[in-house]
């Protein structure tokens, strides 16, 4: 069965590092996000990608943050200077058609732990 | 701006007891409404969902109905087993088609 895969699974990092978080969608899906939850808090959206250009972003995602699909198949979330509030799960989404028909699917996550 | 609230967390049942998960939203226009589980280990998958008012989504023995007049969407299981033990999320989808979700609840079954 097709699966989005992410990774790293787990990366621990220093204050003020850059961070890329790499996620392999679904091949034939069009829509792409990245969500993350802080330990204990909701899941968040942060950037929808779609037509290889961001579609939508919260107020979370500032400049900090940005996305990328280099090579057609890698969709990846670059965090350029990581701050100890951007520690939590960072989970990678895909899907095909539009949401109210299309289901959304999920990577099992990425970890990060900022020191 | 959109929202979903759930229950209080965490939740521990005894196999065969019936559960029901609490969720309530708020919204303009119509969203579709959904349930997502994260089993230990894995990714977010969805469980069931519903698009418009009065639908009913079920799955595994799962079954939440959408409420247009209570704004809700609670998650019910007749008869909870072991291998239900997971992370519960209630989500919703507006009319920009991006997913907002409730906080999860964690739910644990003992045999």
């Known amino acids: 069965e097709p699966e989005v895969t992410q990774t790293p699974s787990h990366q621990v990092t220093q204050m003020g590092q850059e961070v890329i978080l790499r996620c392999v969608p679904i091949?034939?899906?069009?829509?792409f996000y990245w969500y993350r939850q802080i330990l204990g808090q909701k899941v968040e959206f942060l950037v929808s990608?779609?037509?290889?250009?961001?579609?939508?972003k919260s107020e979370i995602f500032d400049d900090q943050f940005s996305v990328e699909r280099p090579d057609g198949s890698n969709f990846t979330l670059k965090i350029r200077s990581t701050k100890l509030e951007d520690s939590a799960m960072y989970f990678c989404?895909?899907?095909?058609?539009?949401?109210?028909?299309?289901?959304?699917?999920f990577g099992e996550g990425s970890r990060l732990t900022v020191l | 701006g959109d929202s979903v609230t759930q229950m209080e967390g965490p939740v521990t049942l005894s196999e065969e007891a019936f559960l029901t998960i609490n969720c309530t939203y708020t919204?303009?226009?119509?969203?579709?409404l959904f349930w997502y589980v994260q089993y230990p280990g894995e990714g977010l998958q969805l469980l069931l969902k519903?698009?418009?008012?009065?639908d009913k989504g079920s799955n595994k023995g799962f079954e939440a109905t959408y409420r247009k007049e209570t704004t809700s969407f609670h998650l019910e299981k007749g008869s909870v087993q072991v291998s239900d033990s997971a992370v519960y999320f209630c989500?919703?989808?507006?009319?920009?088609?991006?997913?907002?979700f409730g906080k999860g609840i964690t739910l644990s079954v003992r045999p």
């Open positions: 989404a895909s899907r095909l058609a539009p949401l109210n028909t299309g289901e959304l699917f």
């Open positions: 091949s034939n899906h069009l829509y």
């Open positions: 990608f779609y037509n290889n250009e961001i579609s939508e």
């Open positions: 919204a303009t226009g119509y969203p579709s």
């Open positions: 519903a698009t418009k008012a009065d």
């Open positions: 989500a919703l989808s507006g009319a920009n088609s991006k997913l907002t």
